[in-house]
């Protein structure tokens, strides 16, 4: 049943609050009544209310206190005051405590209506962005990055006290695939930062003649083809946070520009000499060893120092496998969701290897393994076939009966490989199963045919 959306209208005169109703009936919406502030507030203590109308003079509690009051325990209900004719001071001061609008007696019935639509529907984008900014917030801060790892827990530590000094340069270390940008986000988030206001720019992606427009944006008729004024990645970034990732490829030329605006906090657009303030947060991220590239000349060793202030350093995912099992565990819990299926859980068997496996890829690689191995699961738990990984995929050979590709169809190929103290007859058998599985595509029925066992070797941990 639809929300029928109710407005609270109080005046101390019954004949304009009679009127009122009337109006406010007529146009769709549930009406309460109150004849003063503190009539008001009592209806607000047991009912819902989504909008309050009020007169400004009123005894026992006028409009503007009655304001002062709403705002104080009830901030997402909009208010607004109708005032006598020429008030309009009154009026003004009622909008500079909290009012949303205001309307001179007598009014228009239809701005009446207009009046409140507006009310109503600018209320419902504020609780939509904030609602928008508490799931961002929930998703990138400090406390949504899993780990149990001791080396992590101090990276995050550390990451937390530098995100109140916004005028700081982080440079953020770490292998592909580790998480620099989430853990960017939640310095910014954990600075009070809007989303909106994070802009990610990847430096190792943009044309070298494209970058210095990119980063500090350009006047029209700056170069052939700028046909129009553009605001650049730092104009955007505003009062938020500018993540420059895979900052050891920037072009030397830009890197030059680059400590001018860190050193004197302001940039210029290509083609205008008028400075524009830095305001936002700046982080650097880059998977190799600027002091490498430094040493190489590849990068401005002034440059590297500015930039360095605060280094966090993100271990490999190699370094951390004690935070493997816990990773799965969030992982396959926001996979329910996202495939919208079961996920009974991990083998053994496959946990061990996921274990046992060095993850170039880093928790980015760890994700779409067991997405991949979610897809091709059917209530069951995750094999060491399902995920894929070097040792436990299967060998690119026809199927048995296929007829695809060159070779002999008639023979199947396994390729089992195993820790040698994990080896046992038992594991090879959970291998083949696994890899059976992958090869007829989740079907368990022709794996079961194919292999002459009853289906329900299928099902077993």
């Excluded at 009122?20 to 047991?46: F, M, P, S």
């Excluded at 400004?56 to 208010?79: A, E, F, T, W």
């Excluded at 271990?315 to 990773?327: A, G, T, V, Y």
Aim: aromatic residues 6%; negative net charge; charged residues 25%.
């Amino acid at each position: 049943m639809p929300h029928t959306t109710t407005i609270l209208a109080v005046d101390d005169e019954p004949v304009f609050r009679f009127l009122l109703e009337r109006q406010l009936r007529e146009i769709g919406y549930n009406v309460l009544t109150a004849a003063d502030g503190l009539q008001a507030l009592e209806i607000l203590e047991g009912q819902t209310v989504d909008l309050v109308l009020s007169d400004l003079v009123m005894p026992r509690m006028d409009g503007l206190q009655l304001i002062g009051s709403v705002q104080k325990l009830y901030p997402s209900i909009p208010i607004i005051v109708i005032t006598a004719h020429g008030s309009v001071e009154s009026a003004v001061e009622a909008m500079r405590r909290g009012a949303y609008d205001y309307l001179e007696k007598p009014y228009d019935p239809e701005d009446l209506r207009i009046t409140i639509r507006r009310a109503l529907d600018y209320q419902h984008v504020v609780q939509e962005n904030e609602q928008i900014k508490g799931l961002l917030s929930e998703r990138y801060t400090f406390q949504s990055v899993v780990t149990v790892n001791p080396a992590m827990k101090q990276v995050l530590e550390l990451a937390s006290r530098v995100a109140a000094a916004r005028q700081t340069t982080v440079a953020i270390y770490g292998e592909s695939g580790s998480g620099k940008e989430v853990l960017a986000r939640a310095i910014h988030f954990a600075g009070n930062g809007l989303p909106a206001e994070f802009v990610a720019v990847n430096c190792a992606a943009i044309p070298e003649h494209l970058m210095e427009s990119e980063l500090f944006g350009h006047v029209r008729g700056a170069f052939t083809g700028a046909d129009r004024d553009r605001e650049g990645k730092f104009s955007l970034a505003r009062k938020g946070t500018i993540l420059l990732d895979e900052i050891g490829d920037m072009p030397l030329p830009l890197q030059a520009k680059l400590l001018r605006v860190l050193q004197e906090r302001v940039f210029e657009k290509i083609g205008s000499n008028t400075p524009i303030p830095v305001t936002c947060r700046v982080i650097v991220a880059t998977n190799r060893s600027l002091a490498d590239l430094v040493a190489a000349g590849r990068f401005r060793e002034d440059l590297y120092h500015r930039v360095n202030v605060f280094p966090l350093t993100i271990p490999p995912l190699s370094q951390r496998k004690d935070d493997i099992p816990i990773l799965c565990g969030h992982i396959l819990e926001q996979l329910r969701q996202h495939l919208g299926k079961p996920l009974p859980g991990i083998s053994q068997q496959a946990l061990d290897l996921m274990l046992e496996y060095r993850w170039p890829g880093n928790v980015r690689e760890l994700r779409n393994c067991l997405e991949r191995a979610a897809i091709l699961t059917d209530n069951e738990l995750i094999r060491p076939g399902h995920l894929g990984l070097a040792g436990a995929a299967p060998e690119a050979v026809p199927e048995a009966g296929d007829g695809a590709g060159a070779g002999d169809a008639s023979r199947v190929s396994y390729h089992l490989a195993l820790p040698v103290e994990e080896l046992s007859l038992d594991a090879l058998n959970e291998q083949i199963l696994g890899i059976t599985l992958e090869r007829c595509s989740g079907n368990k029925s022709k794996a079961s045919q194919l292999l002459k066992v009853n289906r329900k070797a299928f099902y077993r941990s």
